[in-house]
């Protein structure tokens, strides 16, 4: 079975310029065959900000109305993936970016309000995420396809619901279902790439790694607030994806893809 490494790269190394040079570096330095999914949060939070549009979050989610929607279909689908390509292209990665809707890669369906707990007073509280899309299939086949065809998919996170609309769906939840649909298909090793070394029990201290989270682990973490906000669904969508048949997973910095002894893995 052919090896895959998907790298999952967050909005805060999108948004800076060395970091995501490093990352773009040692992602195209990956042999064999590669997928990159991004993020974008950041940029979209600007730009909304630019058109007088508020960002609302949520236990680490964002909360996406009509106006956020066209935003990040922009951000997330034109700006980012359209840079990433033409810089994966110039270091010689056949790259070919799409969203879930293309190829009917990724459905979704529209969130429906969720109860949620809010991360600093701990109360519950019911939350209409707007247009957030949960995964419903992901289409394997078609991504394996492009992958074998000696394409570099650069995959951002929107997904459809089949019925003409666009949906926002969290860039780690789309690099854990991509990585869970190739599982049958590649020896998948899947790298969630951010601005920190790990995951870290001292948020204050950027070389306090947890080494090693299993699913007893990160409860355990989870009930003492060490992991919390926008970690927790990184987290999960980590171990789902490790559930699922995913070889590999590992929460680390964009300087250290490759190297296999860095950063936080998940088992």
Do not use: C, W
């Not at 890669?105 to 991360?119: L, M, Q, W, Y």
């Amino acid at each position: 079975m052919d090896k895959l490494t998907i790298v999952k790269v967050g909005g805060a190394v999108v948004e800076d310029p060395k970091q995501l040079e490093t990352l773009l570096n040692n992602f195209s330095s990956i042999p064999g065959k590669k997928l990159l999914v991004h993020g974008g949060g950041r940029r979209a939070t600007k730009v909304a900000g630019s058109l007088g549009i508020e960002s609302k979050m949520v236990g680490g989610r964002r909360i996406t109305d009509a106006a956020m929607l066209e935003v990040v279909t922009m951000v997330y689908g034109g700006l980012v993936n359209k840079s990433l390509v033409a810089q994966l292209q110039a270091k010689g990665v056949n790259a070919l970016g799409v969203t879930g809707a293309d190829m009917d890669i990724i459905r979704s369906h529209k969130r429906p309000p969720v109860e949620v707990k809010d991360d600093e007073t701990g109360e519950k509280k019911v939350v209409d995420f707007g247009f957030v899309g949960d995964v419903d299939k992901a289409d394997g086949e078609r991504l394996a396809s492009l992958i074998n065809s000696g394409i570099t998919p650069v995959v951002a996170p929107l997904t459809h619901d089949g019925m003409g609309n666009i949906l926002n769906t969290n860039a780690d939840t789309m690099a854990s279902t991509v990585a869970k649909a190739l599982a049958d298909k590649f020896e998948v090793t899947l790298i969630f790439s951010f601005e920190k070394k790990g995951v870290l029990s001292n948020p204050d201290d950027d070389d306090s790694v947890i080494p090693l989270i299993t699913r007893e682990i990160f409860k355990m973490y989870e009930e003492s607030g060490v992991i919390s906000g926008g970690m927790k669904p990184k987290v999960e969508n980590a171990l789902s994806a490790v559930e699922k048949g995913v070889s590999r997973v590992v929460i680390t910095l964009a300087d250290n893809i490759g190297k296999s002894d860095e950063g936080t893995v998940i088992q």
